[in-house]
């Protein structure tokens, strides 16, 4: 399972693609008003009919995934098997920062990844951090410092990398919908930086247990408590680590 495709023929359960429906049952009011969700119940037949047609094994990149297959699919739990599709290994040299925080957007500047609220926070937030955006497009927003950010065969750290060169203290990530594997959480724990995200995000707050700051809202109450958990967490020794893959779920099944 990659997505969330199985539940919803919106595999990224936005309601009319605009905002997070948190995964409501079938049948809910939610569901009723949503073009999406008005044919939820057939879709899910569906894909039951089909896993009912076979003897399959499940695998999922993460627990919060296996936890929504549970939830909405015919399945048991022991069915499930969760397999990351990577780990962070080896934490060896020491993080240095700037003295003003620096917070970092990481990946393409769009919604369901949060790019719309992180805006929001860098405008109320510029006087307090310094801001940067890595990705593959340039989106030219004023106060963002933007860097290119392109995949390279074989590369697997760059985005570490581009984080530890420039003194990232937090990455901003907020998505829309719950992801079932963030790669960007993971790159920015190997980097030893603080991930500022919400309660509804799935993997990405699993995986940052110990270095997450949850972010339900942007408002200048937020921006001061974001900043001084910020500042605190610079108290505590902060690593550069390596993310390895574990192998693709398919790869890592068939061995």
């Known amino acids: 399972f990659h997505d969330y495709s199985t539940f919803c023929s919106n595999s990224t359960l936005n309601f009319e693609n605009v905002s997070s429906c948190h995964n409501p049952a079938i049948g809910s009011a939610i569901c009723s008003t949503c073009r ?41 739990a022991s069915e499930v098997l969760t397999i990351p599709h990577g780990q962070i290994h080896n ?3 020491l993080r240095t920062f700037q003295e003003k925080p620096r917070v970092a957007f990481v990946g393409h500047p769009v919604i369901n990844k949060g790019w719309l609220r992180f805006l929001n926070f860098v405008d109320l937030a510029m006087k307090d951090f310094d801001f940067y955006h890595f990705g593959a497009v340039n989106s030219n927003e004023p106060g963002v410092r933007y860097f290119p950010l392109v995949n390279q065969f074989g ?20 998505p829309t919908s719950e992801e079932t594997f963030c790669f960007v959480a993971y790159e920015s724990l190997a980097a030893g930086c603080e991930i500022i995200c919400n309660t509804k995000s799935g993997n990405v707050v699993d995986a940052s247990i110990g270095h997450s700051i949850l972010l339900e809202v942007e408002d200048v109450h937020s921006v ?5 958990e910020v500042i605190e967490a610079r108290k505590l020794d902060r690593f550069v680590s390596d993310f390895v893959f574990t192998g693709t779920i398919a790869s890592e099944y068939a061995k």
């Open 36 to 76: 999406f969700g008005q044919k939820r119940a057939e879709h899910v037949e569906r894909i039951n009919e089909l896993l009912e047609s076979h003897d399959w094994q499940l695998v999922t990149p993460s627990p919060s995934t296996s936890a929504n297959i549970v939830k909405f699919l015919k399945v048991d």
């Open 155 to 174: 590369y697997l750290n760059m985005a570490r990398d581009l984080l530890v060169e420039h003194q990232i203290d937090a990455v901003f990530i907020c």
């Open 224 to 228: 001061a408590r974001v900043k001084s």
């Open 91 to 93: 934490g060896r040299k």
